[in-house]
């Protein structure tokens, strides 16, 4: 028996475009997307969808979390504000592996108006395959709760 693994994904009108692009991504990769809205490019307060996603992880009713807003900076401050949760937000790649590799991430944030589509598909990628290293990070991370 396999279980498909959940990511909640959510964004404010600012990401919703690259949202709608990375839950079907979210699926192509094999994955199972829990889209948290919104349903349209309407304005939204960015801080309610960061919420979303942060008690889906928080919940277990999701595994990770992908977060979108215009740059990517007021969901990473909205998400990182709760225990448990470590939002990291990424540019390319490299970012998105270094944070899941040494920071143990579980929510990757986006600027949906910063980063292009096929980038972030990649950080998507990346931020999904990659696993925590543990080792010498694992005293570090215990500092977070300190």
Known sequence: MSTVRTVAIAADHGGFALKQVLAAEIAHLGFKPLDLGPETEESVDYPDYALKVVEAVRQHRAECGVLICGTGIGMSMAANRHRQIRAALVHDAYTARMCRQHNDANVLVLGGRVIGTEVAKECLA????????GARHVKRLSKFSE
């Open 126 to 133: 990346t931020f999904l395959k990659t696993a925590f290293e």
